[in-house]
Nanobody
Framework: QVQMVESGGGLVQAGGSLRLSCAANGRTLSRYAMGWFRQAPGLEREFVATITWTGGYTNYADSVKGRFTISRDNPKNTVYLQMNSLKPEDAAVYYC???????????????WGQGTQVTVSS
């Protein structure tokens, strides 16, 4: 079982930056593809970014391309989401997920964290 804990969320002004972290307990993340998803109130959970276990491939939702960067540090068992130029529409609960394939589909991921809240003020 992989238990993951997100951190780094908070309140930021539009145009600001945050870095989310996702740390794993119980099992190494190094062999898993990792993804970030988000869910705003009243909306479905949506894909944000993904990275392969080697870090050699990344993919992003169109809405965050050029602003967000996913990365991982396998020795530290941690995955990051650097978010720059934040917009009010980026406000959501952000979840990290570990799975078999680095895809945009939530069904590819087997383990999920509890989420961290990101609030962006205009």
């Amino acid at each position: 079982q992989v238990q993951m804990v997100e951190s780094g969320g908070g309140l930021v002004q539009a145009g600001g930056s945050l870095r989310l972290s996702c740390a794993a307990n119980g099992r190494t993340l190094s062999r898993y593809a990792m993804g970030w998803f988000r869910q705003a109130p009243g909306l479905e959970r949506e894909f944000v970014a993904t990275i392969t276990w080697t870090g050699g491939y990344t993919n992003y939702a169109d809405s965050v391309k050029g602003r967000f960067t996913i990365s991982r540090d396998n020795p530290k068992n941690t995955v990051y989401l650097q978010m720059n130029s934040l917009k009010p529409e980026d406000a959501a609960v952000y979840y990290c997920a570990a799975g078999r394939r680095a895809t945009s589909g939530s069904s590819s991921y087997d383990y999920w964290g509890q989420g961290t809240q990101v609030t962006v003020s205009s």
